[in-house]
């Protein structure tokens, strides 16, 4: 789940996040194996993303991601060094992530720094969520397995079909968009 989370299409608000906390509880002696493995998944994701940004590189880059939010992206990605690629890493969404590791990828950032940096904010913020998840484990299943949890993961599935769904056709259509237009000749 988490490589699919750092994909360009997949969308899923937290789920990780979730994911993490919920086995970190339930399963109390194999608590601190949670953020590891979220964050391997986290960075193969990322790894695939990083490549198509490295691939597409900043002409194709200029066809995924808004000119305003790109302009914004490249400046933060060429200023901001390691603080730049690790706050992301460590933010919850709304964050839109995937852009950054498109930028940084069609940037040809450094394959070691980016992965090093993302990987440290990445393990940092799966490994707060397990220890407290550890340290709280009864009252966190408590609240993940009541009623008015479940309703709330079921229209967290709702908005990731959604967005899924959303996210691949903005994609589509984004790639496409010479195809789509008429030419003038």
């Not at 904010?121 to 407290?132: D, H, K, N, Q």
């Not at 009623?147 to 899924?164: P, S």
Request: proline share 5%; charged share 15%.
């Amino acid at each position: 789940m988490a490589a699919l989370d750092a994909s360009m299409v997949f969308y899923l608000p937290f789920g990780v996040d979730a994911l993490v906390i919920y086995q970190a509880a339930h399963d109390r002696q194999l608590f601190w194996m949670y953020p590891m493995l979220a964050t391997a998944g986290s960075v193969a994701g990322a790894a695939i993303t990083y490549w198509i940004g490295r691939t597409a590189g900043e002409a194709g880059l200029e066809r995924v991601v808004s000119s305003r939010r790109l302009k914004a992206l490249r400046r933060r990605v060429r200023d901001g060094g390691g603080i730049a690629l690790a706050i992301p890493a460590l933010l919850p969404p709304p964050f839109p992530l995937t852009p950054l590791i498109l930028t940084c990828g069609a940037l040809t950032v450094s394959r070691s720094h980016f992965f090093g940096t993302f990987a440290v904010a990445r393990m940092l913020r799966f490994g707060v969520e397990a220890i407290l998840a550890h340290r709280y484990g009864a009252g966190v299943l408590r609240v993940l397995e009541s009623d008015g949890f479940r309703r709330v993961i079921i229209g967290f599935i709702i908005v990731a079909a959604i967005g899924t769904i959303t996210s691949g056709w903005l994609l589509w259509r984004s790639t496409h968009r010479d195809r789509l237009q008429p030419t003038n000749r």
